[in-house]
């Protein structure tokens, strides 16, 4: 079993649809949890960042994690063509990080 | 700043074949990773270093992985001899390593050698 498990997709939406992305983990040892947004032949980088259980948001996006029941939520509101990508989920004990596969995820305009 | 560089960008080589990659961390960043991506597999962490010193190699596949960080602004990751399950993109990660007060640590990927063993 991995650590970290996403649904790989794809995932096609039409433009301004929110966008729910979902992770599972069974590693309760890291504490952090991270998105890294990752375009086509491009390294991942960093999106979105929390720790504790409860929502995050920044823009339009939004970070929730569950941590009874193991879960790590992105929703993306009013999504956009130039948030097609794929998006990673992430634990980290702060030097380590343990990616999920990723999700792929096209928006049309 | 230039961000993570990484070497070549694409490579493609014959089976049995030695591969170097190489990789130049961001200036002031302690902590450097290496990671394989492939549809099947994901990301996967291969080894990283702290301060030049390997403190996790689990994820090096075999004995023909091998990397090293002779100093800060250098690294190599060799393959040798290659075969085509080798076949994959190999990141580079920096970041600042250990800083007192900081909950965590982003990582700054560089933009991946593309690898195909033929």
């Known amino acids: 079993q991995k650590e970290v498990e996403q649904d790989p997709g794809p995932l096609s939406v039409p433009e301004g649809a929110i966008v729910s992305l979902n992770c599972t983990y069974s590693n309760s040892a890291f504490q952090y949890f991270m998105w890294y947004r990752q375009y086509s032949r491009k390294g991942p980088e960093l999106l979105m960042y929390t720790y504790s259980s409860g929502n995050k948001e920044d823009g339009r996006f939004t970070a929730q994690v569950d941590k009874s029941s193991k879960y790590i939520s992105l929703f993306i509101r009013d999504s956009q063509p130039s948030d097609s990508a794929t998006y990673l989920c992430a634990q980290t004990s702060y030097d380590k990080v343990i990616f999920g596969p990723g999700t792929s995820l096209s928006v049309i305009p | 700043d230039a961000g993570v560089i990484q070497s070549p960008r694409h490579e493609v080589t014959e089976m049995g074949q030695e591969v170097t990659l190489r990789c130049k961390p961001i200036?002031?960043?302690?902590?450097l990773f290496w990671y394989r991506q492939t549809m099947m597999r994901g990301l996967e962490l291969l080894i990283y270093f702290n301060n030049n010193v390997p403190i996790d190699d689990s994820g090096m596949p075999e004995d023909r992985f091998s990397a090293k960080m002779p100093n800060a602004s250098f690294s190599t990751l060799k393959i040798q001899p290659s075969e085509p399950r080798d076949s994959a993109v190999y990141f580079c990660a920096s970041t600042w390593g250990y800083r007192a007060g900081a909950l965590y640590n982003e990582q700054f990927f560089g933009p991946g050698t593309r690898l195909t063993v033929l």
């Open positions: 200036s002031g960043h302690n902590s």
